[in-house]
């Protein structure tokens, strides 16, 4: 089993700037990608972010494009997501997740079902 704990929500202004972090434990040996989701109220749960953990792939939505980046310290089994130029679309609660899955990384940005584990969220609000 992996665990995976998400820090770093809070409230903001528009164009400023937040770093989540999500620190996973257990059997982290077995997590290949790792990835950022979101939601906001009334919607489905949306791909943001992922890394696969040879670190030389990273995908993105096309709407934080140049705005967010993701990065991953495997040697501290956690994953970061840092945040500029928020707006206030950018609202919703955050989630971290993981995969165990060893196939192809193009995967990681296919939606929800390719993740085993998730963290319990973190809110981001962004206020205009």
């Known amino acids: 089993q992996v665990q995976l704990v998400e820090s770093g929500g809070g409230l903001v202004q528009a164009g400023g700037s937040l770093r989540l972090s999500c620190a996973a434990s257990?059997?982290?040996?077995?997590?290949?990608?790792m990835g950022w989701f979101r939601q906001a109220p009334g919607k489905e749960r949306e791909f943001v972010a992922a890394?696969?953990?040879?670190?030389?792939?990273?995908y993105y939505l096309d709407s934080v494009k140049g705005r967010f980046t993701i990065s991953r310290d495997n040697a501290k089994n956690t994953v970061f997501l840092q945040m500029n130029s928020l707006k206030p679309e950018d609202t919703a609660v955050y989630y971290c997740a993981a995969s165990i899955d060893t196939g192809s990384t193009t995967t990681l940005a296919t939606g929800p079902q390719a993740y085993n584990y998730w963290g319990q969220g973190t809110q981001v609000t962004v206020s205009s």
């Open positions: 257990g059997r982290t040996s077995s997590i290949n990608g």
């Open positions: 890394i696969t953990r040879s670190l030389r792939f990273t």
